[in-house]
């Protein structure tokens, strides 16, 4: 038993030091200043704060526990070269602080862990979740009679082969699914081209089709929305109720599977008051989502390599 403990333990402090290292190469490829203004205390820089901040997330835990087990934590520590461990509030403060526009550069940068030129995508899908915002606990709203839970509506297009997010958008407001496509579809365009988009029948719009076809040039498979068995105009609409692409559209649930990991990992709780800090809350989980997944990439590798080389050993 303690020799499985043991393991164990070994196994969560090399999983710990390689997302660490990871982090830290996004993090400097943003080129954020090292101190935030010129009266900076500068005992930790931006680049361990905000590193510290994803691991945060990557472990799913609250400021006070984390902190606390950072300071148990020797080898992060040097990874991170913090001689102090810093509280838990100059956390909160410096996410707070730090504009959701280096988020996005960070989640940018992750992108770079998996492609390395510029050939396009297959086939990229599209959907949308929500994730509950709220800061009060279930005793106090039943108590009370107040419920103060609602939900920002988040989408996100993902690589079907890579299992990369490659885009997203978040709203405060429940709103349509095509809206978000809109804004959705020209951002992770511009960030890596597709030469293919999947959406469920939620999405199912001729402009939306004629965005996909005609500005983008890539092709669009959505199931359309009938009534009474009649479908209404459009020529791209008419086009897929005659001829419709079953094999690609099946990658769409990728898409779905990308939403459950990043609930189950990383929760789908956002714990700030703020709509901008709870942004910021979903830029990391996009973040720290595309690190796991290169981490499990880069796992999987590793072991198939051992493999091969053990097997090679064997037949000499």
């Given at each position: 038993?303690?020799?499985?403990?043991?393991?164990?333990?070994?196994?969560?402090?090399?999983r710990?030091?390689?997302?660490?290292?990871?982090?830290?190469?996004?993090?400097?490829?943003?080129?954020?200043?090292?101190?935030?203004?010129?009266?900076?205390?500068r005992?930790?820089?931006?680049?361990?704060?905000?590193?510290?901040?994803?691991?945060?997330?990557?472990?799913?835990?609250?400021?006070?526990?984390?902190?606390?087990d950072?300071?148990?934590?020797?080898?992060?520590?040097?990874?991170?070269?913090?001689?102090?461990?810093?509280?838990?509030?100059?956390?909160?403060?410096?996410?707070?602080?730090?504009?959701?526009?280096?988020?996005?550069?960070?989640?940018?940068k992750?992108?770079?862990?998996?492609?390395?030129?510029?050939?396009?995508?297959?086939?990229?899908?599209?959907?949308?979740?929500?994730?509950?915002?709220?800061?009060?606990?279930?005793?106090?709203?039943?108590?009370?009679?107040?419920?103060?839970?609602?939900f920002?509506?988040?989408?996100?297009?993902?690589d079907?082969?890579?299992?990369?997010?490659?885009?997203?958008?978040?709203?405060?407001?429940?709103?349509?699914?095509?809206?978000?496509?809109?804004?959705?579809?020209?951002?992770?365009?511009?960030?890596?081209?597709?030469?293919?988009?999947?959406?469920?029948?939620?999405?199912?719009?001729?402009?939306?089709?004629?965005?996909?076809?005609?500005?983008?040039h890539?092709?669009s498979?959505i199931?359309?929305?009938?009534?009474?068995?009649?479908?209404?105009?459009?020529?791209?609409?008419?086009?897929?109720?005659?001829?419709?692409?079953?094999?690609?559209?099946?990658?769409?649930?990728?898409?779905?599977?990308?939403?459950?990991?990043?609930?189950?990992?990383?929760?789908?709780?956002?714990?700030a008051?703020?709509?901008?800090?709870?942004?910021?809350?979903?830029?990391?989980?996009?973040?720290i989502?595309?690190?796991?997944?290169?981490?499990?990439?880069?796992?999987?590798?590793?072991?198939?390599?051992?493999?091969?080389?053990?097997?090679?050993?064997?037949?000499?």
């Amino acid at each position: 038993m303690c020799s499985k403990s043991k393991e164990t333990i070994k196994k969560s402090a090399s999983r710990n030091i390689r997302f660490i290292r990871a982090a830290i190469s996004i993090v400097k490829a943003i080129r954020i200043t090292p101190y935030s203004c010129k009266y900076s205390k500068r005992i930790y820089t931006q680049y361990q704060l905000l590193v510290l901040i994803l691991f945060k997330d990557y472990r799913n835990q609250h400021y006070r526990d984390f902190i606390e087990d950072v300071e148990d934590m020797e080898s992060v520590q040097e990874e991170l070269d913090l001689s102090v461990v810093p509280h838990f509030t100059t956390l909160q403060k410096f996410f707070c602080r730090i504009k959701t526009l280096y988020l996005r550069y960070a989640f940018r940068k992750t992108l770079n862990l998996f492609y390395f030129n510029d050939d396009p995508i297959p086939i990229t899908a599209i959907d949308s979740s929500g994730f509950t915002s709220g800061y009060s606990s279930h005793y106090y709203s039943a108590r009370t009679g107040k419920i103060r839970k609602h939900f920002l509506k988040t989408s996100i297009s993902v690589d079907t082969d890579q299992k990369v997010i490659t885009g997203f958008i978040a709203s405060k407001s429940r709103v349509h699914d095509t809206r978000h496509a809109v804004r959705l579809l020209r951002q992770c365009h511009k960030i890596r081209r597709s030469e293919c988009y999947v959406m469920d029948r939620g999405y199912d719009s001729e402009a939306i089709h004629r965005q996909i076809r005609e500005d983008l040039h890539a092709d669009s498979i959505i199931p359309i929305r009938s009534w009474n068995n009649i479908v209404v105009g459009g020529i791209y609409r008419q086009e897929m109720a005659l001829h419709f692409d079953d094999a690609r559209y099946r990658r769409r649930q990728l898409v779905e599977n990308k939403f459950s990991v990043l609930k189950r990992k990383f929760s789908g709780d956002l714990k700030a008051r703020r709509f901008s800090v709870q942004l910021k809350e979903i830029a990391t989980k996009m973040i720290i989502c595309n690190i796991h997944t290169f981490l499990q990439f880069l796992v999987i590798e590793v072991f198939y390599r051992a493999e091969i080389f053990e097997n090679s050993i064997e037949m000499v």
